[in-house]
C-alpha cells in the first residue's frame, strides 16, 4: 500500500486512521478492469483475509446453522426455505442471484470457496451506478465503468443495501412493506431515523458490522434470538419521560407503537395467487397495473393484491420461529400454512408484542406427497421446462423437485400459505406514533387479535371490575368517613372552647 495515499489519514498525534481512504490514489486501482473478479483481486490484495470473513457470513452463503424447535440444529437459508413470493431459490439461481454478493453463479454451479467470487462493489460502491445485471447470475451490467466505481468505494450507504433490500419479492417494496426506494432519500416523516432532513442515517448506523457479519436477521430466516440489531442499541429499555410509558416496554415491542403504518410511499404486495398464473393473450403473456403501476397481473406469476398505508397486525415475538424447509409435508389445509411461524405469548419472559405484515398467498403443492412444490420458474429459452418461459406447471415442477432432490407425483394443486414480515423501519416521529386509545378501547381495538392477557379498557373481567367498583366505592367511603370525622372533632373542639 503507497506511504502517500495513506499518510493523510492518520490524525495528529494518533496511532487511530480516520474512516476515509482515498481509493482512487491507489495504483492497482488505476488499470482498465475486464471482470468484477479482477476488481475483488486487487481488492484482496490490500484488504487481505477479509475475504474469509466475508465466505463465513450469511450474506454469501445464503444459509446459517440454527436450532429450530423439534427438528434440532440445521442449515437454513434461502437454499432450503420455502417463501410464498417466488417460492425459492433453488434451479433458479441464474435470476435470483441479482441479489447475491457473488459472481458467476448459474444452474450449473457456483464456487462457494472460489474467493474471487466475491462481490465487493455491490456493498461498497459510493458512486451508486453499480449494478447487477438481469439474469446474469450475479455478473454486473455490461456497460458499467468498473475501474470509476473501484476508485471510489467506502462505507456501506442506504443505496448500496437498497438495491437488493428495497426491490426483494420481484420489485419495489414487494416483500417487506417497510423496505422501498422511498428509504433512498426519504424525509423525516417517512422515517425519523433515515430522514435527510434529520438525522440522516444509514443502514449500518444501526446494523453494526464486525467481521463482516451484519447484526439484524432476517426474520423470515432466522430461528435463533441472537445477534439482532435492537432499538435498545441506542435509546435503553426505558427511554420515556413519562414511567407508565416506560412499563410497556417489557411486553411491547418499541416498534409497536412508532410504526402505526407501513408502506408509507409507496403500496406494498399483500396477497400472491400462484394458481392464476400461465394465461395468455393470442399465445403470449400479459400484465394488467393498477392506477400506480403496480402489477395487479402477470402471466408469470399470476395475481396479486396490494396495499398503502397500512396498519400492522400483531402477534407475540420472542425471536425465534421455525420454518417450512424443503421437503417437510403439511396435514391440514383447511387453513393456511405458516411458512415461518414466530414464537411467543404472554407468558413467555422474552416475548414482546411486534407489528407484521402477513403476506398471503395461493401456491403450488404436491397433493399426493403433500409438500410444497419447488418449481423451475427461470429459463433461458423456451423449451427448458421454466415456467416463465413455458407456462407449464407439471413440467416446470417435476424439474424443479428433481433438481432439489424431492419426489415429485405428477399431480399440482394450489393451498393457501401466509408468511410474517416484522415491521421495523418507516419509524414515525415522536408526535405520530400510535395512540393509547388504538389499543385500549372495547371495540376494533390495533390488539384485538391478541386475546391471552387483559388490556386495561380493552377487556372485561367480573372479578376485576367488581373489585375495581369495590375499590372505588371504599375509596369514597373512606374520603367521606375521614372527613365526617374531622369536621366532627372540629365542632367538638369549637364547643369545647367556647365553654
Known sequence: MPLQAISHCFASGSKKPCKAVEHDRFAILQQKFSTPQEITGACISCHNHRHTEVMQSNHWNWEREEYIQARGIVSIG??????????????????????????????????????????????????????????????????????????????????????????????????????????FEPQRDVDVHMGIDGVNMVCVDC????KHNIAGKLYSLSSMNRNRAMCEQCHTATPHDDDVLNEHTLKVACQTCHIPVYAKVNATKTHWDWAQAGKLRDGKPYEEDDKDGNHTYLSIKGRFEWGKNLEPEYVWFNGTASHYLLGDTYSDTTRPIVLNTLHGSYDDDEAKIIPVKVHRAIQPADPVNRTLIMPKLYADVEGE??????????????????????PFSGQVAFVKTEMYWPVNHMVSAKGATVQCTECHTRKDGRLASLTDFYMPGR??????????????????????????????VAVRRRKGGAR
Open 78 to 183: 434461502k437454499k432450503n426455505a420455502v417463501n410464498n413470493f417466488c417460492i425459492g431459490a433453488m434451479g433458479n439461481e441464474q435470476s435470483c442471484a441479482k441479489c447475491h454478493i457473488g459472481l458467476g453463479m448459474t444452474a450449473d454451479g457456483f464456487s462457494f470457496t472460489d474467493a474471487k467470487n466475491i462481490d465487493c462493489l455491490v456493498c461498497h460502491d459510493n458512486t451508486e451506478t453499480y449494478a447487477k445485471g438481469q439474469e446474469m447470475g450475479g455478473a454486473p451490467d455490461p456497460a458499467l465503468d468498473l475501474g470509476n466505481i473501484a476508485r471510489h468505494v467506502g462505507r456501506p450507504q442506504r443505496a448500496n443495501c437498497g438495491v437488493c433490500h428495497f426491490y426483494g419479492g420481484g420489485g419495489n417494496n414487494v416483500k417487506h412493506g417497510d423496505l422501498e426506494q422511498a428509504l
Open 207 to 210: 446494523h453494526t458490522t464486525e
Open 385 to 406: 421446462g421454466g415456467f416463465w418461459k413455458d407456462f407449464d406447471w407439471k413440467r416446470s415442477s417435476e424439474i424443479g423437485m428433481k433438481a432439489a432432490g424431492l
Open 459 to 488: 377487556d372485561y373481567s367480573g372479578p376485576v371490575e367488581t373489585g375495581g367498583a369495590a375499590l372505588l366505592l371504599l375509596t369514597v367511603f373512606g374520603v367521606v368517613a375521614h372527613g365526617s370525622l374531622r369536621a366532627f
